[in-house]
């Protein structure tokens, strides 16, 4: 090829590389008639840009959340009950995030924009001092206790586990407003005493779950997936985002919706 053929052929291809993209041109036919229409959507979005150009998926909520849906099930001789999952055979799974050691700048973003409430067991050294972060939850999460200092309750007195479990519920109730009713021991380490204590400080539930989030990673008790009624442990951690977002994918990924735990878990004289 000579030179200056060179040049041309080159300078075709930037051309072509400088081109407007293939949809911006018109179409080939030369009978086209344009038809003025105003398009008024209510399609939902699926999915929204979220904290440091992720993607976050959107749920729309199936009823409306603080709706109580099902009765917590009932105290028995003094002993609250153990709830593992939630008996529904609707596509629903629950989200709950632990203790708040890490007050994550991106989690309230993410739960606004994907449009699920999760519950938040909080300890009391983490929320003392910071009521501030944990009061902007109100209206996005639900929360409930965890217990004052994180201890391992197994085989400690009546009067330590009441005082861990009542002063949780104190402190909540002062510096954020809550309405604690729901409690998970730490470690999910529990006895009679436990559950006793539990329910002498007014709670209705002691509260498990099914699956955990972990390093960005959904992990499953039993199976590969997320089931109805599973109720999944996640934490305030530095990987709040990727691991909030990795329990929304796995919902989208096995057809399930995460909605409000405490419609679930109602008090019994809350449904007529
Ligand atoms: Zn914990």
Redesign the pocket.
């Known amino acids: 090829m000579r030179p200056r053929a060179m040049a041309m052929a080159l300078a075709a291809v930037v051309a072509v590389a400088c081109a407007p993209q293939p949809e911006a041109r018109p179409p080939a036919t030369t009978t086209t008639t344009t038809t003025a229409t105003t398009t008024t959507t209510t399609t939902p979005p699926t999915a929204l840009p979220g904290p440091g150009g992720t993607t976050v998926p959107v749920f729309q909520p199936p009823y409306a959340f603080g709706t109580p849906q099902q009765h917590v099930p009932p105290t028995v001789d003094g002993l609250v009950p153990v709830v593992r999952r939630i008996e529904t055979d609707r596509p629903y799974v629950f989200i709950t995030v632990?203790?708040g050691a890490v007050r994550h700048p991106a989690a309230l973003e993410l739960m606004r924009k994907s449009g699920v409430e999760p519950t938040l067991f909080l300890n009391s050294k983490h929320v003392d001092g910071h009521a501030d972060y944990f009061k902007t939850f109100q209206g996005a999460a639900r929360v409930h206790a965890?217990t004052a200092t994180?201890p391992d309750l197994t085989g400690t007195s009546y009067d330590f586990q009441r005082g861990e479990i009542c002063g949780n519920a104190d402190l909540l109730r002062g510096q954020l407003g809550a309405q604690p009713k729901l409690f998970r021991p730490?470690f999910g380490n529990f006895d009679h005493t436990t559950r006793r204590a539990a329910a002498d400080c007014g709670f209705t539930a002691l509260v498990m779950w099914t699956a955990a989030v972990n390093d960005g990673v959904v992990q499953f008790q039993a199976g590969g997936r997320l089931n109805p009624g599973d109720i999944v442990l996640m934490h305030f951690r530095t990987t709040f985002v990727e691991d909030f977002l990795a329990f929304l994918e796995r919902c989208k990924l096995d057809g399930v919706t995460p909605v409000v735990l405490e419609d679930f878990l109602a008090d019994r004289d809350a449904i007529a």
């Open positions: 632990d203790d965890h994180h730490p």
